[in-house]
């Protein structure tokens, strides 16, 4: 009987595959770097980012000057156009002033003649003050009757009221005559502010009437932002709060630096022409834009300027500015 050996095969080790532990070791590496950038993020975010909200829905505005006769009149001459720059003072506009001139030398004349009144007033009183003393020295000698006393007594009285009348009289055309002084000088329509003129629309020869919008003047100078923040937004902003804001029309190269200056009274719906009515059974919510106002540093509108409707993009620091008590 022969000897068989059972010979039993080594085990056999699986070779490691390389490309599926390198790409192990990628997605453990990419996988490490998505959790330290979602930690540094989130950490960017509270420490830093959290305390900045923006909005693009801004525009600039200012408080416009309007250009408004005081007296009616043929206007005589426009001394600007639109676009023009003007200075406050500038002289913008020439009613004709003949008819203003004419009341002033009729009240002139007036005041003239109600001086004279009152010098013919105090003549008379002077004379019966006179006969009235000497009849009073005489009345008890009985050259004088009871009846021409009464009646130099009232002739005094008399022109002693004459005297308050021509008095008042002088004070009645004082007041006209000082009231044409100054429609004369409201003939000449000077610039409220300084500016820019808009909206002309005078012209030489037009008769205009008292309160008849000419013209306007904007102070580009002191124009500030509206920017439009959801009531969301608005929960840490505060008055004397830093704020940074850009133009469409420079860019993103030119930032301006304002101050959050206050808060509207109420939200654009609030005062809209028709406002909604959410009292009813449909009433779907609506989240509100409250309307804030940024004052900017006139140093950089002056080299940058502003016209007014231009829209802008506004960031508040929320941690700037002075803690509310």
Known sequence: MSNQTNTIPPEEHPVPDKNHTRRKRLFIGLFAIIIASAIGYGAYWYLYASRFVSTDNAYTATEVAQVTPSVSGTVQAVNVVDTQEVKAGDILVVIDEIDARLALNQAMADESQAHAQ??????DLKKAKIDLRRRKA????GSVSGDELTTAQNAYESASARID?????IAQAQARAEQARVDLSRTILRAPVDGVISKRTVQVGQKVQAGM???????????HVDANFKEGQLTHVRTGQSAEVVSDIHGSSVVYHGVVDGFSGGTGSAFALIPAQNATGNWIKVVQRLPIRIRLDPEELKANPLQVGLSMTVTVDTASGKPQE
């Open 138 to 141: 005489l009345i008890g000698s």
């Open 213 to 223: 919008p000419l013209m306007a003047v904007v102070p580009i100078q002191d124009i």
């Open 165 to 169: 009348q021509a008095k008042a009289a």
């Open 118 to 123: 009152l010098a013919a007033a105090q003549a």
